[in-house]
């Protein structure tokens, strides 16, 4: 079978990319199970089980529920987290997790305490083996894990979250022993901070951001995109060479040295594309160029592309936005 580390958030419901892991192997349990007559999917949850997220793992498919929750295992230590999911992992089939930081540090851990091969950022699986996004998302390798045991990572958006018949998961509770040595390194205090200059919580929570990159020309030329922005109610993220020069704080940059975002739509006004910048903006589920350079990477890469000066084609935007909102 496949066993899948759940995420929570703080109200207790299951985190979207948990959601999007939990459908991947649902939807992929022939191929990840050893034995395709017993393929199902499990649940791990650490932690507080709140009866919302038990309904939406029902409903995500999961046959079973492992939750494992002791004192130890309150606070986050990868070493003693990863141990319990060793703990209770099938002898044969698949650990999987989201691929957050908490997700990839997890299965690093249990990759190396199982003695098994890891993939990280798969985005498919076939009996041809496991595909999977390097480079930042600027390429992709098919490769076969081999082992008895599969350890993978799904990269974010490799696909959506889909609910199926309701199960009546059957709920494990589980009290695992933790070596003192597995403690040596864990969370001993968490601190919220307060929204200021170094938030960045509203671009990489926002469904729709515009991207602004040297095309807008100078420190004021941002005009037109921080109107569109406005009409969309999203967020305004930027290139390196834009904090680089000074134009924009580096809270609003994206890419591998930035935020990394997943937004409904990402609107990439005068960016070229640099491999760095596409590596922050994989999760997109929509992206939409808009450059002079019809070769350029961003451009090429788009779902949509226009070709054209960013201030007239945004200015024309926003102006018909504005008639139609009288």
């Keep these: 079978m496949t066993l899948v580390f ?10 979207l990319t948990s959601a999007e ?9 022939d191929v990840l199970a050893a034995d395709s007559f017993s393929a199902g999917v499990e649940a791990a949850v650490i932690g507080a089980l709140t009866e919302a997220a038990t309904e939406q793992l029902a ?9 494992l929750e002791t004192a130890d295992l309150e606070a986050y230590s990868a070493p003693a987290w990863a141990q319990a999911l060793v703990d209770i992992a099938p002898e044969t089939g698949a650990v999987l997790a989201s691929g957050t930081p908490r997700g990839m540090e997890l299965m690093t851990h249990v990759a190396v305490r199982t003695g098994e091969r890891m993939a990280a950022n798969v985005v498919a699986a076939d009996e041809e083996g496991l595909l999977r996004q390097v480079l ?11 082992g008895d045991l599969q350890v993978l990572t799904l990269a974010g958006h490799a696909c959506n979250p889909e609910e199926t018949t309701p199960t009546t998961p059957e709920v494990l509770t589980h009290s695992p022993e933790t070596a003192a040595e597995d403690l040596r390194v ?26 602004a990159g040297r095309g807008v020309g100078s420190e004021n030329g941002f005009g037109e995109v921080l109107e569109l922005v406005d009409h969309l109610g999203g967020a305004l993220g930027v290139s390196r060479v834009v904090t680089g020069l000074g134009w924009r704080p580096h809270t609003e940059q994206v890419g591998q040295t930035g935020s990394r975002i997943t937004p409904d739509v990402y609107i990439a006004c ?11 903006i994989e999760g997109a589920k929509t992206l939409i160029a808009i450059n002079t350079d019809e070769e350029s990477t961003m451009v090429q890469r788009a779902d949509y592309a226009i070709i054209g000066d960013l ?7 926003n102006e018909e936005i504005r008639s139609r909102r009288g």
């Excluded at 205090?189 to 200059?197: G, H, M, S």
């Excluded at 005068?270 to 922050?280: L, V």
Aim: proline fraction near 0%.
């Design 6 to 15: 759940v995420e929570t958030d703080e109200s207790g419901q299951v985190a």
């Design 21 to 29: 892991a939990l459908t991947f192997a649902r939807t992929n349990a």
């Design 59 to 67: 409903a995500l498919g999961v046959d079973r529920i492992h939750h």
């Design 136 to 146: 930042g998302g600027a390429a992709f390798e098919r490769l076969q894990v081999g």
């Design 186 to 211: 864990r969370v001993v205090r968490t601190e919220v901070e307060t929204a200021d200059d170094n938030d960045t919580s509203g671009l990489t929570q926002a469904r729709a951001v515009v991207g």
């Design 270 to 280: 005068g960016i070229s594309g640099a491999i760095q910048h596409m590596a922050g």
């Design 311 to 317: 201030h007239e084609v945004i200015g024309a935007v």
